[in-house]
């Protein structure tokens, strides 16, 4: 696919880079105060999911347009070690890092689309969408 | 065969220096020329080559080379015009070298290269760490600085103590925060603190995670902590994202979050103007007595 922008997920502070990067492209499509706060967290949890989990990987940024609305789709990409049971990380609740839990199904109600592909051993795409209402 | 070299690079300085200097204005970048009169980059750029000759005569650094560079770092001129300059100096003394010898077979032009080589890279190496130097320098102080400003406690009254954040929280910036409100409830006997997040642009899990237990923390020796500063948008997210804040209490602005800690601990502001006239109309009724 071919990606407008990516961020490299590398480092603690790349996560305050993409999302950054995400909250300016959702800016300029024209997404409320409101709406980028969540696209800027949704992109928070994502970044530091991969850097947490994964050690590096990638968030990328598209532009959407359709003919009757636009929005934003956001790729997280990484190469780490994927996921056993994807409905086990979507539970609230659940989190292996002692953490919260939260990000997952938060990023999930945050945005208006969202899809996860894992493979063990592989890696994880998560892409997400959110719509100008 | 290197001494010979450094012979006729010496003794054609003059020529060397010349074509050094057209190389140098040829290939000016814009960020140097914006800031920096012409005068000023050619004074610096003589002082540059003379300070380079220097060095390639005496076979070593100099102390002019020390002084020289800690000015330009004084000055902000950027690093790759020593880099430049040096790579510049390398490829005419060299043109110039190739030039003067009648015939070249590869052997001696192998020589030729080292021998230029073992002048310019020692300086290189020099400038390139001071300048470096310089940098590691500057950020450990900004690091230093960041880290007084990240989590400070403002004990605004007996027992109400404030903490404003603002800025992005990272996990360093969250293990001091916890670090900082800790002490200083302890420090300042506070019985209640206002976090108070206004200036925060994402509260995310991670954050929401470290703020919830820096206010369980607050709570397990004995004093209340309350939340402040939330906005409408940073509500929804949290909202959103499933954070349950419902243990602790919170408010939208520090200002009711004040009000809050005064009728936690008993007190509350009045007007000084009402109790004068009242003052005045008991003394009032005092003199008629
Ligand atoms: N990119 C990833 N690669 C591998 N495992 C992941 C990845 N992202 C999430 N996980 C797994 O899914 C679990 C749930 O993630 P989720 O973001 O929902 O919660 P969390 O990161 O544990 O806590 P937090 O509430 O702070 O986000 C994680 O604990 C981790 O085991
Ligand atoms: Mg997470």
């Not at chain 1, 990516?6 to 790349?14: A, G, H, L, R």
């Not at chain 1, 659940?94 to 063990?120: C, H, N, W, Y």
């Not at chain 2, 060095?55 to 070593?60: D, H, L, R």
């Not at chain 2, 390139?128 to 007084?148: C, F, M």
Request: net charge negative; proline share 2%.
């Amino acid at each position: 696919m071919d990606f407008q922008s990516c961020v490299t997920i590398q480092k603690e502070w790349d996560i305050v880079g993409a999302r950054q990067m995400g909250r300016n492209i959702a800016k300029e499509i024209g997404f409320g105060t409101v709406d980028q706060a969540r696209i800027a967290t949704a992109i928070s949890e994502l970044a530091r999911n991969i850097y947490l989990y994964a050690g590096s990987g990638e968030i990328c940024f598209e532009r959407l347009e359709t003919i009757d609305r636009k929005g934003i789709g956001i790729y997280a990409i990484d190469k780490g070690p994927g996921m056993e049971e994807v409905s086990r990380v979507m539970e609230d609740g659940f989190s292996t890092s002692g953490g919260l839990g939260a990000g997952l199904p938060g990023v999930k109600r945050l945005m208006d689309e969202f899809d996860i592909v894992s493979e063990v051993g592989k890696g994880t795409k998560i892409t997400v969408m959110k719509w100008i209402r | 065969m290197d001494r010979k070299l450094k012979e006729v690079v010496l003794e054609n300085s003059n020529t060397i220096v010349q074509m050094w200097l057209e190389d140098v204005n040829k290939n000016r970048k814009e960020d140097i020329s914006s800031t920096i009169s012409d005068e000023l980059f050619e004074s610096t750029n003589r002082e540059f080559v003379n300070v380079i000759f220097a060095c390639v005569e005496k076979q070593g650094l100099t102390k002019d080379l020390d002084a020289f560079s800690e000015r330009l770092i004084n000055l902000g001129w950027p690093l790759s015009y020593i880099t430049d300059g040096l790579q510049s100096f390398r490829r005419v003394t060299i043109h110039f070298i190739l030039q003067e010898s009648e015939k070249v077979d590869t052997d001696n032009f192998t020589v030729i290269l080292y021998a230029v080589d073992e002048w310019v890279d020692p300086i290189i190496n020099q400038l390139v760490s001071q300048y470096s130097g310089s940098w590691e320098n500057i950020v450990s102080l900004q690091r230093v600085a960041l880290q007084e400003l990240s989590a400070p406690l403002i004990p605004v009254m007996e027992n109400i103590t404030v903490m404003p954040l603002i800025g992005t929280i990272d996990t360093e910036r969250a293990k001091l925060i916890m670090e900082n409100l800790l002490d200083g409830v302890i420090k300042h006997n506070a019985e209640v603190v206002l976090i108070d997040i206004t200036g925060v642009p994402v509260v995310d899990t991670m954050v929401a995670h470290h703020i919830i237990q820096a206010a369980e923390a607050v709570r397990l020796i004995g004093s209340t902590c309350i939340l402040v500063g939330i906005r409408p948008e940073i509500a929804q997210t949290i909202v959103n994202l499933g954070i349950d804040l419902s243990k602790f209490p919170t408010k939208s602005s520090l200002r009711k979050g004040f009000q809050t800690a005064l009728e936690l601990t008993n007190r509350k502001i009045i007007s000084l103007q009402e109790t004068d006239q009242e003052i005045g109309k008991l003394l009032d009724s005092l003199d008629k007595e």
